[in-house]
T-cell receptor, first 115, second 111 residues
C-alpha cells in the first residue's frame, strides 16, 4: 500500500515553454501533498504544500506564479512550471501524507531538463 | 523553524558490519522522525519511523532510537549488505505535516 506515482518520469522542454507534472496517490486519498526540488547530491528542498480544495502554501523564496500547483482531487496534485528556463532544470519529487499521519510517501520523481 | 543536522555525510562499511547514522533536531515540538532511503535517480523510500512517545523501534536489520531530552535520533543498520548502499535522509516533523530533512548520508557497503 501507500503508492505514489508521478508522470512524466523525465521531460525535456525548450526555454519559455510550460511543463506540467502530475502526482497521484494510487491506493489512498491524500488531503495533503508536497512538492520538493532536489539538486544533484543535495537534500530535498520543500517548495510547497498542496491541500485539496484550497490554495497551495509556498515556502519562502519559491515563486508561486512560476510554479503553479493545483490539488484537484484527493488523489491528484499537479505542478506546472511556467515559462521554464535552464535554471529550472532539476529533479522534482512529490509526496503524499498518508491519512494525516505525518507519514509521507514519495513518488519516483520527474527529471526536468530545460534547453 | 526546525533544523535537522545529520552526520556523517559519507559512511563506508564492509559487508556484514553495522552502520550508524545520527541526527539532531532543534524544535522541541517535533514529534515524528522518519528515515528515508534514496537510490540514484529514484524517489525517497520510507524505511522506518519513530514518534516521540517511543524510545526505540526495530524492523529486522533496521532500528531507530530517539532521545527526546538530547534531541537526537539515530538509524542503526546491522549485517549490512551491498544493496543497503544508498543515500539515507533523516527528517523531523512537528506541524502542518511538513518534514524538515537532514542533508543526507551516502552509505557505501563494500562486498
Amino acid at each position: 500500500g501507500a503508492v505514489v506515482s508521478q508522470h512524466p518520469s523525465w521531460v525535456i522542454c525548450k526555454s519559455g515553454t510550460s511543463v506540467k507534472i502530475e502526482c497521484r496517490s494510487l491506493d489512498f486519498q491524500a488531503t495533503t501533498m508536497f512538492w520538493y526540488r532536489q539538486f544533484p547530491k543535495q537534500s530535498l528542498m520543500l517548495m510547497a504544500t498542496s491541500n485539496e480544495g484550497s490554495k497551495a502554501t509556498y515556502e519562502q523564496g519559491v515563486e508561486k506564479d512560476k510554479f503553479l500547483i493545483n490539488h484537484a482531487s484527493l488523489t491528484l496534485s499537479t505542478l506546472t512550471v511556467t515559462s521554464a528556463h535552464p535554471e529550472d532544470s532539476s529533479f522534482y519529487i512529490c509526496s503524499a501524507d498518508y491519512r494525516e499521519s505525518y507519514e509521507q510517501y514519495f513518488g519516483p520523481g520527474t527529471r526536468l531538463t530545460v534547453t | 523553524g526546525e533544523n535537522v543536522e545529520q552526520h556523517p555525510s559519507t559512511l563506508s562499511v564492509q559487508e556484514g558490519d553495522s552502520a550508524v547514522i545520527k541526527c539532531t533536531y532543534s524544535d522541541s515540538a517535533s514529534n515524528y522522525f522518519p528515515w528515508y532511503k534514496q537510490e540514484l535517480g529514484k524517489g525517497p523510500q520510507l524505511i522506518i519511523d519513530i514518534r516521540s512517545n517511543v524510545g526505540e523501534k526495530k524492523d529486522q536489520r533496521i532500528a531507530v532510537t530517539l532521545n527526546k531530552t538530547a534531541k537526537h535520533f539515530s538509524l542503526h543498520i546491522t549485517e549490512t549488505q551491498p544493496e543497503d548502499s544508498a543515500v539515507y535522509f533523516c527528517a523531523g516533523g512537528g506541524s502542518n505535516y511538513k518534514l524538515t530533512f537532514g542533508k543526507g548520508t551516502l552509505l557505501t557497503v563494500n562486498p
